[in-house]
């Protein structure tokens, strides 16, 4: 640890798929490269396919949703969160956050989402803006957050203005802007940062000369797999009636993939047919595939853009989830992909969007996929405003005018 460099707090907590654990794990390594030292504070279950190698890493008693519908959060063993369960994870955190005295404290989504972990989270904000030695707080959030009721938007924007300095959006408001999903960016437009959208961008393509395994293949992917059966069972079913299915076919078991539904997949292996656990190369299989079926999370779509694969996209819509389907339709409009809905989902369907998405002609846009390089500016630049202020006397409050 180089004592002289910046000390980074980083809180991150998945409770479902594991999108969130992989764009923490990019962002990370985007500290790492510019210098920063980072303590990652992880409270989901650990996923070995991402790492944070190079970080001190904390890792909180596990928590995890109940269901697809978030209705609850329960821990790994799937029992139900008890107040000395809760204590003994705040009193972890807590103590991190003492024992490390950042310089930055970046909490990832809340208090766009994760509102069910208030209980930890509020104290932790508490502790960090009354601290001797205040670090720059900043919340990090996908490009497009969860639709809520006014109540709720009204709170987040309240919290905002009350503990952050920054909100760092993961994306690029040229290709969809902040306020199409949260409608009160306005009144909190001088905290946003557009940091551009987090990708493995460069490993992606200095993987594709290395290997040619997968070349022409329709890979078929649901990210963690916790709700992503029913678009591979499709795949499987409808793949003898589409243009491609002379094609090696490629599913990818992701790792919260239930038992039964990943043994029916392996029942259904005949020649031409791949059925694996999910890889740690799998942006460079894009590059390589002749189409890609998947959902429509953060990641996966980042990937499909820098590999410029043709793509069937199927976006979870889960109990009130409209993040995959507004992101999916967005790339839908440019011609990026062939989008089925979920409650339209059949063998037949599947097959229909695969020879549409074969002939598509997508159009030229230019996004900005370097995220994990410009949040790492941002940050540098805005504690050193910060820093700047401090030195000449001035008030804390005018970081505002700073990092963007």
């Keep these: 640890m180089d004592k002289t460099a910046p000390t980074l707090m980083f809180y991150v907590q998945h409770l479902l798929g594991v999108g969130h654990i992989k764009r923490a794990s990019l962002l990370v390594k985007g500290w790492l490269d510019a210098g920063f030292n980072v303590c990652v504070v992880s409270g989901g279950e650990p ?5 944070f190698d190079g970080a001190e890493l904390v890792q909180l008693p596990p928590v995890k949703t109940a269901d697809a519908a978030f209705s609850a959060l329960v821990t790994e ?30 909490i990832e989504n809340y208090p766009f989402g994760r509102r069910q972990l208030r209980w930890e989270l509020k104290p932790l904000l508490e502790m960090a803006s009354s601290a001797e030695k205040r670090p720059l707080i900043a919340c990090s959030v996908r ?54 959208y987090v990708t493995d961008a460069i490993a992606s393509s200095d993987a594709v000369d290395e290997a040619v395994e997968g070349e022409g293949e329709v890979l078929v992917s649901s990210g963690g797999g916790a709700v992503g059966f029913g678009l591979m069972r499709a795949a499987m079913d409808g793949r003898s009636q589409t243009l491609l299915a ?3 076919w490629r599913f990818l078991m992701g790792p919260n ?37 998947s ?5 996966t779509v980042m990937d499909l853009l820098v590999a410029r694969s043709p793509a069937v996209i199927v976006p979870f819509e889960g109990e009130g989830e ?27 369907t599947m097959a229909q969007a695969v020879d549409r998405a074969v002939a598509l002609h997508p159009e030229q846009v230019d996004i900005d996929l370097q995220g994990a390089a410009h949040c790492a500016r941002l940050l540098s630049e805005a504690l050193a405003g910060r820093q700047t202020l401090k030195s000449e006397g001035k008030s804390e409050s005018k970081l505002e005018t700073l990092g963007g």
Excluded: W
């Excluded at 996923?47 to 790492?51: C, G, R, S, T």
């Design 47 to 51: 996923v070995p396919l991402f790492n």
């Design 77 to 106: 063993d799937g029992e139900p969160l008890d107040e000395a369960f809760r204590e003994r994870r705040r009193n972890q955190l807590l103590d991190t956050f003492s024992a490390v005295q950042p310089d930055l404290l970046v």
């Design 143 to 196: 490009d497009i957050v969860q639709a809520r009721k006014p109540e709720r938007v009204a709170e987040t924007v309240s919290l905002i203005e009350r503990y952050f300095d920054l909100v760092l959006v993961h994306g690029d408001g040229r290709f969809v802007p902040f306020e199409s999903s949260f409608p009160a960016a306005a009144e909190i437009a001088d905290k946003i940062r557009y940091t551009g």
């Design 246 to 248: 002379h094609n090696t």
């Design 257 to 293: 993939l239930p038992a039964m539904e990943r043994a029916e997949l392996e029942q259904g292996v005949k020649p031409g047919v791949i059925v694996e656990p999910s890889r740690p190369d799998f942006p460079a299989l894009l590059t390589r595939c002749g189409l890609s079926i």
């Design 295 to 299: 959902q429509g999370g953060y990641n």
């Design 322 to 348: 409209t993040e995959q389907l507004e992101r999916t339709s967005k790339l839908a409009q440019f011609g990026l992909c062939a989008m089925v809905r979920e409650r339209d989902l059949t063998p037949e």
